[in-house]
């Protein structure tokens, strides 16, 4: 790792340590993690739901992958954090600007990529609009969730609600 960059990290930590609570963190670390909600969101680090909700520490379970799209991988996290946090409410969060969403419109897809875009382009089909295929695409995924855990009776209690951050306003507007 570059020093200048792992030099930077350290301080981010050192910071963070100085500035949180010690006692949250002694609470969530002895007593567990009891997120009020499951949020589904990009990689993007503009995207960043501890901030966009003015949440806290063991306030939410959070997923990121690019684009927001649900492999298995995903599901289990999802399953996990419901059957074993009691969390019942599941947030699929995209946004706009979105490069998943960008490549998929334009139908660049290389390497690992492709799985990401092809997931996008099966939810947005023949739309090229890039807010309304950020839309399709929160959807697709509060669709294949609902889907899914139909499955299992476990899990058919959650609440799943969709929703897109504006990465220059800061606002989320609910779908």
Avoid at 32 to 60: M, N, T, W
Avoid at 76 to 91: M, N, R, T
Wanted: contains cysteine.
């Amino acid at each position: 790792m570059y020093t200048k960059i792992k030099t930077r990290l350290d301080q981010g930590n050192e910071h963070f340590r100085n500035t949180s609570s010690y006692g949250l963190r002694y609470k969530t670390a002895t007593e567990g993690q009891h997120p009020y909600a499951i949020v589904i969101c990009c990689s993007d680090s503009r995207v960043v739901p501890e901030k966009i909700f003015s949440a806290d520490i063991g306030d939410l379970f959070v997923i990121r992958v690019a684009g927001n799209v649900l492999d298995n991988h995903q599901l289990g996290s999802i399953e996990y954090a419901v059957s074993h946090l009691d969390c019942d409410q599941v947030i699929v969060l995209g946004h706009t600007g979105c490069g998943a969403v960008h490549a998929a419109l334009s139908g660049h897809s290389d390497g690992f990529i492709r799985y990401i875009i092809e997931d996008i382009q099966e939810a947005i089909g023949e739309e090229r609009d890039p807010g309304q295929a950020c839309r399709l695409n929160v959807q697709h995924a509060m669709e294949r969730l609902k889907e899914d855990f139909g499955k299992h009776p476990e899990i058919v209690n959650v609440d799943i609600s969709g929703g897109i951050y504006d990465i220059v306003s800061g606002k989320v507007e609910w779908l």
